[in-house]
T-cell receptor, first 115, second 113 residues
Framework: DAGVTQSPTHLIKTRGQQVTLRCSPK?????VSWYQQALGQGPQFIFQ???????QRGNFPDRFSGHQFPNYSSELNVNALLLGDSALYLC??????????????FGPGTRLTVL | AQSVTQLGSHVSVSEGALVLLRCNYS??????LFWYVQYPNQGLQLLLK??????LVKGINGFEAEFKKSETSFHLTKPSAHMSDAAEYFC???????????FGKGTMLLVSP
């Protein structure tokens, strides 16, 4: 059973560029959440997608956007990159029907470096 | 708003010693609480979770945590540390809604021989 997968593993961009990160959820999961983990910090919630719509959003600017596809995979897009966007971006998947446990399964992350 | 405070950014123990990692939470509703472990250059792995059943929760790798409502705490313990336990540990809180997690800043556990 494949767990949560993310691509790419590492990415280097320059300020002002745009980036797209991808996530495939664990088999059978229908909900995808994205988190940003800056160096030395805990993960911070960016947004969550369910049924191809953004269901909840954290305190992140509109430069951060996402998408969920019919097969439940998801993309995170960041426009006009800033140095402060350098972080590990984690994708987590869960099953909406098991909200009572709120258990999320995390992928290995994408390390984004902005120069 | 929910929040999590982890006391101590680094905790050092000797192999075989007791591990105690502290977590205090703030929540306006009965919370769900979690401990995750992160090894270098990896994602997060769930150690254990509290979901309003038993207050003493047992997890993987010999870890356990006790939910104390009066102290708003959910400290993580392990009786005997192993070298392989060296990693960063995150406490997280969630409400019963959309399963989004609010994390603490993490505690790095260092285990010496």
């Amino acid at each position: 059973d494949a767990g949560v997968t993310q691509s790419p593993t590492h990415l280097i961009k320059t300020r002002g560029q745009q980036v797209t990160l991808r996530c495939s959820p664990k088999s059978g999961h229908d909900t995808v959440s994205w988190y940003q983990q800056a160096l030395g910090q805990g993960p911070q919630f960016i947004f969550q997608y369910y049924e191809e719509e953004e269901r909840q959003r954290g305190n992140f600017p509109d430069r951060f956007s996402g998408h969920q596809f019919p097969n439940y995979s998801s993309e995170l897009n960041v426009n006009a990159l800033l140095l402060g966007d350098s972080a590990l971006y984690l994708c987590a998947s869960s099953l909406a029907g098991l909200v009572s446990y709120n258990e999320q399964f995390f992928g290995p992350g994408t390390r984004l470096t902005v120069l | 708003a929910q929040s999590v405070t982890q006391l101590g950014s680094h905790v050092s123990v000797s192999e075989g010693a007791l591990v105690l990692l502290r977590c205090n939470y703030s929540s306006s509703v009965p919370p769900y609480l979690f401990w995750y472990v992160q090894y270098p250059n990896q994602g997060l792995q769930l150690l254990l979770k509290y979901t309003s059943a038993a207050t003493l929760v047992k997890g993987i790798n010999g870890f356990e945590a006790e939910f104390k409502k009066s102290e708003t705490s959910f400290h993580l313990t392990k009786p005997s540390a192993h070298m392989s336990d060296a990693a960063e540990y995150f406490c997280a809180v969630s409400d019963k809604g959309y399963s989004t997690l609010t994390f603490g800043k993490g505690t790095m556990l260092l285990v010496s021989p």
